[in-house]
Nanobody
Framework: QVQLVESGGGLVQAGGSLRLSCAAS????????MGWFRQAPGEEREFVAA???????QLADSAKGRFTISRDNAKNTLFLQMNSLKPEDTAVYYC??????????????????WGQGTQVTVSS
């Protein structure tokens, strides 16, 4: 089973930037749909972004114009570049891996393995 490890979270002021990374083990990364989700305190986990095995991207409305999802298949790594961060972006961010055929999707059910999450805190 694929293991996912997120990194890059932290504390940043509003308007700042962070780049999250997700390192994946296993051979299936290159052919998989990858996604980022987030969960704020007291809220349900929500979709942020997804990327197909071929690099086609999909973003939540809240992320459009500010976040960029990308992948490096040679390094089995997924990225989420977050710019112009807002306090409402504060959450635990999770990466997830799904079937090649899942894309496009915003649904958690299409992703079979998840990382443990990385905390992003945006101060006002």
């Amino acid at each position: 089973q694929v293991q996912l490890v997120e990194s890059g979270g932290g504390l940043v002021q509003a308007g700042g930037s962070l780049r999250l990374s997700c390192a994946a083990s296993g051979r299936t990364f290159s052919w998989s749909t990858m996604g980022w989700f987030r969960q704020a305190p007291g809220e349900e986990r929500e979709f942020v972004a997804a990327i197909s095995w071929s690099g086609i991207t999909q973003l939540a409305d809240s992320a459009k114009g500010r976040f960029t999802i990308s992948r490096d298949n040679a390094k089995n790594t997924l990225f989420l570049q977050m710019n112009s961060l807002k306090p409402e972006d504060t959450a635990v961010y999770y990466c997830a891996i799904g079937s090649r055929f899942a894309f496009p999707t915003t649904g958690e059910r299409d992703f079979g393995s998840w990382g443990q999450g990385t905390q992003v805190t945006v101060s006002s």
